[in-house]
């Protein structure tokens, strides 16, 4: 009887995966066996798991599953139960984060009333450095004027806006979405006036950056193993290790190359291995000097170490899937494997540093960005946003 129910089980799971499959692909299928999948048909992570379920459990960890997520219910205070509840610009206007029973809010005060409230709805950013949030009004999706910034546990008023000024209304478009989601689409809607307007339709929202931002529309690949599974070589998917470096490197770009260059076409149709110069413009003055927020790509390219190298790029240093933390005598050991001979001044040997484990802080310093700056609860100076920079440099 147990071994009969175990069957049962197996044989329900299967068939579960086999509608799941069909469901993702959206493709018609021919007497239940028979699926039809195109180069840009999607998959969809559930059938990714089939056979890559190592993978998918160690990337659940990884920075780039979170760049956005939804909030559901309390979720946010109760991750976040021993921060600080609201932000004061001064005596008069304030800021708190409160519980109410559709979820968190961030309810604005001027003299203890009440001017305004809106709703935590989505969260952006890995939670590392800093977690932005936005609200939807309709079907446009909102900035809220709080950002916690994680190393400093703390509450600031968001990047960009005023000092002492209720703003709710700065618009996250598909464009923003480009970065932080695997796909969006716009709503375009044109009157008489030949006035357009678009907004965001909700349900087409991709949370986070999935297998397929990366690896390409992977139904027709999923389709073919799932028939042949004694080819053991991936068919119909993007793969780095067959990529030249510039493909590599593009890969990450797309995101990793701040938001000033110019779109030629949404980025969400990139897939690995294609030109970014063909998605995005020529880099404006900024890449001259590029920020260490969002232009990774611009520093490293700048360094003399990718410019000699023939082989160097992000995965060098970088984990793909996981989250393997190097800390810095980690991210040390792979510099000390190219530079294992360097000689340094006699100043630095006696500053006391471990030259051998602490290669970053010196090379790879945490410099000012001059994109983003923010003010803390109560203080009228402008704080400085530090981040490592990927300019890789004797300072």
Do not use: M
């Given at each position: 009887m147990v071994g009969f129910r175990r069957l049962i089980v197996v044989f329900s799971s299967i068939g579960l995966l086999i509608v799941l499959f069909s469901q993702c692909m959206d493709a018609e299928a021919d007497k239940g066996y028979e699926l039809v999948a195109t180069d840009s048909t999607k998959a969809g992570m559930t059938t990714c798991i089939q056979c890559h379920g190592n993978i998918y459990d160690d990337y659940q960890n990884n920075p780039h599953q979170k760049t956005s997520s939804v909030i559901k219910g309390h979720d946010l205070l109760q991750a976040n139960s021993a921060i600080s509840n609201q932000f004061s610009f001064d005596d008069h206007l304030k800021i708190a984060v409160e519980r109410r029973d559709s979820g968190a809010y961030?309810?604005?005060?001027?003299?203890?009333?009440?001017?305004?409230?809106?709703?935590?709805?989505?969260?952006?950013?890995?939670?590392?450095?800093?977690?932005?949030?936005?609200?939807?009004?309709?079907?446009?999706?909102?900035?809220?004027?709080?950002?916690?910034?994680?190393?400093?546990?703390?509450?600031?008023?968001?990047?960009?806006y005023r000092d002492k000024q209720l703003y709710f209304s700065r618009e996250i478009d598909v464009r923003c979405l480009e970065c932080h989601a695997s796909f969006a689409e716009n709503k375009i809607t044109k009157t008489e006036s030949l006035v357009t307007s678009k907004e965001l339709i909700r349900g087409s929202i991709s949370y986070g950056i999935d297998c397929e931002r990366c690896h390409g529309p992977a139904a027709k690949h999923a389709e073919f193993q799932l028939k042949h599974p004694e080819q053991k070589g991936a068919k119909y998917i993007s793969l780095s290790k067959s990529f030249t470096?510039?493909?590599?490197?593009?890969?990450?770009?797309?995101?990793?190359?701040?938001?000033?260059?110019?779109?030629?076409?949404?980025?969400?149709?990139?897939?690995?291995?294609?030109?970014?110069?063909?998605?995005?413009?020529?880099d404006s003055q900024t890449a001259v000097d590029p920020d260490v927020h969002g232009q990774q790509m611009q520093s490293l390219a700048g360094s003399q170490c990718f410019i000699q190298s023939k082989t160097l790029d992000c995965n060098t240093c970088h984990t793909i899937h996981g989250n393997k933390n190097e800390g810095l005598a980690g991210y040390s050991d792979k510099c000390i494997s190219c530079h294992q001979t360097v000689k340094h001044s006699d100043r630095t040997l006696s500053s006391g540093i471990v030259l051998k484990k602490n290669c970053i802080d010196c090379h790879m310093p945490k410099k000012s960005s001059k994109a983003i700056s923010f003010k803390l609860s109560g203080n009228s100076k402008i704080a400085a946003y530090l981040l490592r920079t990927h300019k890789i440099a004797v300072y």
């Open positions: 961030q309810v604005a005060y001027v003299d203890n009333k009440e001017q305004l409230s809106r709703r935590f709805d989505v969260a952006f950013g890995s939670g590392k450095d800093a977690i932005t949030f936005a609200t939807w009004q309709g079907n446009r999706l909102n900035q809220l004027q709080l950002t916690y910034f994680s190393r400093l546990k703390t509450w600031a008023n968001s990047p960009g470096r510039k493909q590599k490197t593009d890969a990450c770009a797309v995101c990793h190359s701040g938001s000033d260059r110019k779109a030629l076409r949404s980025t969400f149709v990139f897939k690995a291995g294609d030109d970014l110069d063909e998605f995005l413009g020529k």
